[in-house]
């Protein structure tokens, strides 16, 4: 599966407020280190896994790529 990985201060960026709210209550602050995968679900590193915290609606390939300057890898 191919991710873009970004802090927490990029992904916020990307985001609406409305967006934000629930990123906010699942722990993610601006120094968090998340990764997108193409299907939108964000998921968050955590000490010893990754753990899905929620996904990306409408045009976020674009909204990704953009913010970060990275590829799907």
Avoid: Y
Wanted: glycine share 10%.
């Amino acid at each position: 599966m191919k991710f873009i990985e970004m802090s927490g201060q990029t992904l916020f960026k990307i985001v609406s407020p409305k967006e934000a709210e629930p990123l906010h209550r699942a722990g993610v602050t601006d120094n968090c280190l998340l990764r997108v995968n193409l299907q939108g679900d964000i998921e968050i590193r955590r000490r010893n896994e990754w753990g899905i915290i929620g996904g990306l609606l409408g045009d976020f390939e674009h909204r990704v790529r953009q913010a970060t300057g990275l590829e799907w890898v």
